[in-house]
């Protein structure tokens, strides 16, 4: 798996609020318009001009603070195609493979990535490429990276319990 696209980029401990603001927990339930109102309370621009396939890179403990998973849900609503960061709360860790949003730990190279640069994450080589610079990261052992690859927990495992005849 290979991915390409326009950085947006944040810094350190960017809370669930930030990701998808807490007032709209109990009122949105449709995955297309929580993608309307990721990082409305951070970025202004960010809904205004993120396009499908765009990657998030910030600092530390990207997703601190509570544990909804709607703040991984508008993200992947919102087309971005994968979070870059120096670290991840466990929480929003489990929750974005659980949804199938890939996330990559490479904090060598949150530094050097700017806003509106091109960043590539190659999982099939295990690194992060920039202009300034290819980075290793940490492969996915392979249950994680067959459940990212199928769109998150509930397809992995629906396709295996089909697979196994278990259900139709």
């Known amino acids: 798996m290979k991915l390409v696209g326009k950085v947006w980029k944040y810094g350190d401990n960017v809370n669930t609020d ?52 709607q703040a991984v849900k508008c993200l992947k609503a919102r087309g971005i195609a994968a979070v870059v960061a120096k670290s991840f709360s466990r929480i ?13 730990i490479c904090p060598e190279s949150v530094n050097l990535i700017s806003a509106g640069d091109i960043l590539e994450v190659d999982f099939n080589l295990n690194c992060v490429i920039t202009d300034k610079g290819s980075f290793s990261i940490s492969p996915y052992p392979d249950y994680l990276k067959a459940i990212v690859e199928s769109g998150g927990l509930l397809p992995y495992v629906t396709k295996k319990l ?6 139709s």
């Open 18 to 69: 930030y990701i998808y603001p807490g007032r709209y927990t109990y009122s949105m339930l449709d995955e297309f318009e929580m993608g309307q109102h990721a990082l409305e309370d951070l970025d202004a621009d960010f809904n205004k001009n993120c396009t499908v396939g765009d990657i998030i890179v910030a600092g530390s403990n990207w997703g601190c603070g509570s544990a909804r998973e």
């Open 162 to 167: 089909r697979d196994q005849g278990k259900i």
């Open 92 to 104: 929003y860790y489990r929750n974005a493979i659980n949804e199938g949003l890939p996330i990559v």
